[in-house]
């Protein structure tokens, strides 16, 4: 069982993962001078997600969305189930790729990407078989070297800061709602944090939403300071903008380059996110074959994440191009699609039961 | 053997027995003692572990004087105990042979049917001496001694509290050694003292002759680098720990007494923390803390930094790191590690090593591998200094066994570092995180109070509040974790 | 297999990875560290001309004693190609060391490639993740390949003692401004705005001389590097130059905070008087559909420098205030209007209209045609060790 306040810094630093190494630029390039709108828009709609999340958990509580999906469709929950095992390892797959290219472009151009996932899913494999309290613990202990840190030194960074990089403001407000997949990346994605729910002692509900909320406003307020700082011409066209910020601060002569310290939080984050989503599809696989050992299971998902890593997208572009078309109806599918029907069916079937039980 | 007459002959055939079960060792003494005309009272004890004046002053005078006290003995008392002299012989011997072989007096008086064992213990060894291991400038000097008898004193000396429970067992079938568990009933958590009691009990184990015999018995993990145990020789520490509610075991024949549970951010503390002013302690306590990260990741950061990520390395350090490297033979990565394995071979030999040497060892190992190392091109300056840098480091650390684990780490943390940089060194510092988070210390979680959180605690984890602002009483969040349950 | 026997298959499966390869890795000593790049374009022929200049680790601070004194501290390495990216792979011809950019201080481009674009070169360095483009960029006056092999006294390293004087001029003498570098010229040329970059140049030589001549050399004045005036860069390209006393107008007007001396006509003499920007605010207003941009300057100046004139009474200095206003605000009209009838908008009044009034329908039309009215405000703040000038009366009046 894990508290309420690990259950809230998993759900920022799952929503902030990946979010802040890879969309930064492609929000900006789209919202220019007002892209800080578009995260807090977008938040604003995870966080009604969340809302249907929520109440399908409660209609059963103590059940994951998996188990949920067995109780509603009986054995055709099991598909369901796998449909979201392979969901979860798809966006695993996915967070995997983002730190190896992230790591290839910027410090270790040389080194195989394989190695990076594999080293990334044995510390996280390791750390999934010691169960849900050391996810949430390790969170807890590892939140605070990232947000001091980050927020210090994007602070510092400030020296830079020019407004009339930010002006004229509020152009074309309507512009930012068309960035649809931010949606789906990252907000629809903390459906796997449902995989965690009923393990949350009391208070979850709110943990998310405050917990979305906060990501959608840290998103925001990073958007908007890299806006500042690096002018919307330059943050909409450099792939890692945040990391450019920090390249480019220097503190006197001495620490020029601070960049790596950036490098080590953000990489953290992404394994928070992988982490999650080992668990959720680890505990799917739990839930519906209910094995007695841990380790082979983790092991061939291991496999089958650092594969899926290698292969899920051939090119940068192509990664751009299908986060920007699929992305919103993919998640979707997952997150607000199967949720429903299957709250759906079990209002109907509850209905019906206890008619018959009336009658 | 068949069944004896009663009277005489059971004393001297005890007497001859035993002297025979023993294989008739020089120490073991037995004498005939005559207080009036017809009785003979055998005394039987093995000269090399009993106090000889108690004896001579005490038994045998009072005995030949006939006024040794006749009336019946209480059974539950420890120093003078009576057997029933009634019971199967075979019962009576083994019950004797025992008696002996833990310094115990035998008085068989054969014609009046008693037989009596009287404690006069008294093993040779250390008197009561300053801790070894853990010295103080401010605070007591007093260590345990390898008596547990003296160990037991020292703790009742500092705690004058009826609720203190000392419990006795005997652990090993082969050398019987006395284990004691010692806690404060009105503190400790039930189930604490359950678990450590069971623990206890389940040991299978034909010997104990020092307190980590039974760590390895009763920690709850045992592939960790991490104590899960704390050991201390200190008494006042000790007392301290029992009054936070722990349970401390304590072994015959060893100064380390073992307290449990033990949390991660107690492994910083010194007793001297709660003897120095509270700012003066805090200070201390953050440079323990910086000591540790540089003990661990020091030398590997520098491979990290020096083969990896060098535009991390401002310019002019660059290039001098640069040109003291000009000519230089190894990679960087392994020219630490084998520096810190030289460092290491130095420290292991300075520790077993015969007194008279040392000089000439830290000679060697200051000239000839630092100076002499630089000097001829084979190793740069900057890996020296990193390598002393970690090596004083790790002294900083007040527990020892915590000390040990720190350089394990570190050699793990290098090859990392060789082998992907920052990124091995990150993936290296989260597996280690998780396993601390993980870690539980008799059902306590290692990282309470940081992991899971508890802000009540913290006044005496990063900082060591002043006494009069910590809440009175509180007992620490390990402890109350426990009782919850 | 039992338990241990897989973890220990997992921990020899670890040690196999460990032991293989290390793909990243590189010895501090198997690096060039490059100080200072040069880009050159031969209009002609389109060749590209990469100039690197390596720092001489030897020379540089080492534990074994004396650094090496006869040895040169950079090296200049040059390799040409169709492109850049030709020209860098090219390198390794003449290198023996890995390229390192990231400690890079400066950027120098001469100045025909300059006035052909040098857009090729910044989309180049940017598209380098290791190339870092917070570091000035500078127009080479004459030849690139003169100055990437000149040596300079007292601070060894060109780019040190080029990035260093920069610094200093700011500081001391504002002919250098603070937006310089890569990322600014290309953030300014991607908003359509001008930015003016410092030029260097070499001064006269005698001779081919090595770094133990040059810094054996008392007269440092010759055989070393000069950074002087400003070259004006509008859409990539270098359009013209400014001279020194106009370049501390330019960074006066564009809100540059620092000091300089500037000499003022007064009272049929000359005064010199040291002033410190203090705060500059614009202003647009509309008169009959005209824009007018509102620029408002305050000075403070100290009288360290004025060894002509010393104001004695508050009404003498309230004068001279009154006379600086002016004269400064006539000054800075002066360079405006000169700058304004070449076409170059050094102000940025176009980028001042996007931003206050984004629907302009012509806004190249409406900042040619705003009116920029400039006020200047100087208050007296320090004066220097004497409460009146020695006026050979020995203190009679």
Not at chain 1, 61 to 85: C, D, F, N, T
Request: hydrophobic share 45%.
């Amino acid at each position: 069982m894990i508290s309420r306040a690990q259950f809230y810094l998993l759900t920022v630093n799952f929503t902030l993962g990946t979010t802040l190494f890879v969309t930064i630029n492609e929000i900006i390039q789209r919202g220019k001078r007002d892209a800080w709108l578009m995260p807090l828009w977008a938040g604003a709609y995870g966080m009604l997600a969340a809302l249907l999340w929520i109440l399908l958990l409660r209609s059963s509580p103590g059940k994951s969305p998996v188990q949920i999906a067995r109780e509603a469709w009986g054995p055709a929950g099991v598909i369901v189930g796998i449909l979201y095992l392979l969901w979860f390892c798809m966006i695993g797959a996915w967070a995997l790729r983002n730190v190896s290219d992230f790591m290839n472009v910027t410090i270790m151009p040389r080194t195989p990407p394989s190695m990076f996932h594999v080293m990334f899913l044995l510390v996280a494999s390791y750390t999934v078989v010691q169960g849900t309290e050391t996810i949430g613990r390790l969170n807890g202990i590892v939140t605070p070297f990232l947000v001091f840190p980050f927020w210090t030194i994007l602070m510092l960074a400030t020296v830079d800061w020019d407004w009339e990089r930010l002006l004229p403001a509020f152009q074309n407000p309507w512009e930012i709602f068309r960035f649809t997949s931010l949606m789906g990346f990252p907000f629809m994605e903390t459906f796997a944090l449902m995989m965690l729910y009923p393990k949350v002692r009391s208070g979850a509900a709110g943990a998310l939403l405050l917990g979305l909320a906060s990501a959608a406003m840290s998103i925001s307020l990073v958007v908007f300071m890299v806006t500042g700082l690096l002018g919307p011409e330059r943050a909409g066209r450099i792939n890692y903008p945040i990391y450019t910020v920090v390249q480019e601060v220097e503190f006197g002569k001495i620490i020029v380059n601070i960049h790596s310290v950036l490098i080590v939080i953000l990489i953290t984050l992404i394994f928070i996110k992988l982490l999650v989503l080992l668990y959720a599809a680890f505990e799917t696989i739990r839930e519906l074959s209910r094995p007695a050992a841990r380790w082979p299971h983790l092991v061939a998902l291991s496999i089958l994440l650092s594969a899926a890593a290698v292969v899920i997208y051939e090119n940068p572009i192509q990664n751009r191009i299908l986060s920007n078309k699929i992305t919103f109806a993919y998640d979707s599918f997952y997150t607000i699609l199967i949720p429903s029907l299957m709250l759906l069916s079990l209002r109907i079937r509850r209905a019906i039961q206890s008619r018959g039980r009336r009658s | 053997m068949g069944r004896r007459t009663k009277g005489r002959s059971i004393g001297s055939d005890l007497a001859g027995d035993i002297q025979t079960m023993l294989g008739s060792p020089p120490d073991l003494v037995c004498r005939s003692l005559i207080p009036d005309g017809d009785r003979i009272v055998q005394c039987i004890y093995l000269d090399s572990l009993v106090d000889k004046r108690t004896i001579d002053e005490f038994i045998v005078s009072s005995v030949q004087q006939n006024t040794f006290a006749e009336g019946p003995a209480a059974s539950g008392n420890q120093y003078i105990q009576e057997l029933p002299f009634t019971a199967p012989y075979e019962t009576l011997r083994q019950q004797v042979l025992q008696a002996v072989i833990t310094g115990k007096c035998v008085l068989i008086d054969a014609v009046r049917e008693r037989l009596w064992l009287i404690d006069t213990y008294n093993a040779p060894g250390r008197q009561v001496d300053e801790p070894r291991t853990e010295p103080t400038i401010r605070g007591p000097y007093e260590g345990f001694t390898e008596n547990i008898r003296i160990n037991i004193g020292l703790i009742r000396k500092r705690i004058a509290n009826p609720s203190l429970r000392f419990e006795q067992m005997t652990i090993g079938s082969q050398s019987g050694s006395t284990v004691m568990m010692v806690y404060m009933e009105n503190l400790a958590p039930e189930t604490l003292v359950r678990e450590v009691r069971s623990r206890l009990a389940a040991i299978r184990t034909d010997s104990v002759l020092e307190s980590s015999y039974v760590e390895e018995y009763i920690e709850d993990r045992i592939l960790t680098p991490f104590p899960t145990l704390l050991n201390t020789e200190r008494p006042d520490k000790t007392a301290a720990h029992l009054l936070e509610g722990k349970v401390a075991v304590m072994v015959n024949g060893t100064p380390f007494v073992l307290i449990a549970p033990l949390t991660f951010h107690e492994l910083f503390n010194s007793a001297e923390d709660y003897y120095q002013r509270a700012d003066i302690a805090t200070f201390i306590r953050w440079i323990r803390l910086i000591s540790f990260f540089a003990a661990v990741f020091a030398p590997s950061l520098f491979v990290a930094a020096t083969t990896f990520h060098q535009e991390l390395i401002p310019t002019e350090l660059l290039i001098s790191l640069s040109a003291q490297r000009e000519g230089v033979p190894l990679p960087a990565f392994l020219e630490v590690l084998l520096m810190e394995i030289v460092f290491e071979i130095i420290r292991e030999a300075g520790l077993r090593m015969p007194r008279a040497v040392g000089q000439a060892l830290s000679i060697v190992g200051a000239i000839v591998l630092g100076q002499a190392a630089v000097e001829a091109g084979l190793i740069s300056a900057a890996v020296v200094i990193v390598v002393a840098v970690t090596g004083i480091t790790n002294f900083v650390v007040p527990v020892y066994s915590f000390g040990m684990s720190q350089r394990l780490l570190r050699f793990t943390f290098i090859l990392l570092a060789g082998f992907m940089g920052l990124f091995g060194v990150l993936c290296g510092a989260l597996f280690l995180l998780a396993h601390l988070v993980s870690l539980k210390s008799f059902g306590v979680p290692y990282l309470t109070p940081l992991a899971p959180a508890n802000k009540d605690d913290w006044r005496d984890v990063l900082i060591r509040a002043p006494r009069p602002s910590m809440k009175p009483n509180l007992l620490p969040a390990s402890i109350r974790r426990l009782k919850r349950k | 297999m039992s338990r241990r026997q897989r973890a220990a298959a997992a921990v020899l499966a670890l040690c196999a990875a460990l032991l293989t390869s290390c793909w990243d890795k590189v010895e501090i000593n198997e690096l060039s560290l490059v100080s200072l790049a040069g880009l050159d374009r031969d209009p002609e022929s389109g060749i590209y001309t990469v100039y690197l200049q390596v720092i001489n680790p030897a020379t540089g601070a080492s534990a074994q004693g004396a650094p090496g004194g006869e040895q040169a501290p950079v090296y200049t390495y040059t390799a040409s190609g169709k492109s850049p990216g030709e020209a860098q792979a090219s390198f390794y011809n003449v290198l023996p060391r890995r390229m390192f950019l990231h400690h890079a201080k400066a950027v120098l481009i001469s100045e025909r490639a300059a006035r052909q674009g040098m857009r090729d070169f910044l989309n180049f360095s940017e598209l380098q993740p290791d190339a870092r483009t917070s570091i000035p960029l500078l127009v080479v006056d004459g030849s690139i390949a003169e100055v990437m092999r000149t040596f300079t006294p007292l601070e060894r390293n060109p780019a040190d003692s080029i990035v260093s004087r920069l610094d200093l001029m700011y500081d001391f003498t504002l002919k250098a401004g603070r937006r310089i570098e890569l990322r600014d010229v290309i953030e300014r040329v991607e908003r359509e705005e001008m930015v003016v970059i410092p030029i260097v140049a070499a001064t006269s030589k005698t001779g081919h001389l090595n770094s133990f001549d040059v810094n054996a050399e008392i007269d440092a004045n010759r055989n070393q590097l000069r950074v002087s005036g400003g070259a004006v860069i509008r859409d990539y390209r270098m359009v013209g130059r400014l001279n020194e006393g106009d370049l501390v107008l330019y960074h006066v007007l564009t809100g540059e905070k620092g000091r300089f001396v500037r000499r003022f006509p007064f009272r049929g003499e000359h005064i010199t008087v040291i002033m410190k920007t203090k705060r500059m605010e614009r202003r647009l207003d509309w008169q009959d559909g005209k824009p007018v941009v509102r620029i408002r300057l305050q000075f403070e100046f100290s009288t360290i420098a004025m060894k002509e004139y010393f104001p004695q009474t508050l009404d003498e200095l309230k004068k001279l205030e009154q006379h600086l206003n002016q004269v400064f605000a006539e000054e800075l009209k002066t360079f405006v209007d000169k700058t304004r009838r070449k076409g170059w908008d050094l102000l940025r009044i176009r980028s001042l209209l996007h931003r206050k009034a984004p629907n302009l329908p012509d806004p190249d039309q409406a900042a040619s045609e705003a009116e920029i009215k400039i006020e200047v405000e100087t208050r007296l703040r320090g004066m220097g060790n004497l409460g009146g000038l020695y006026d050979g009366a020995g203190g009679e009046p």
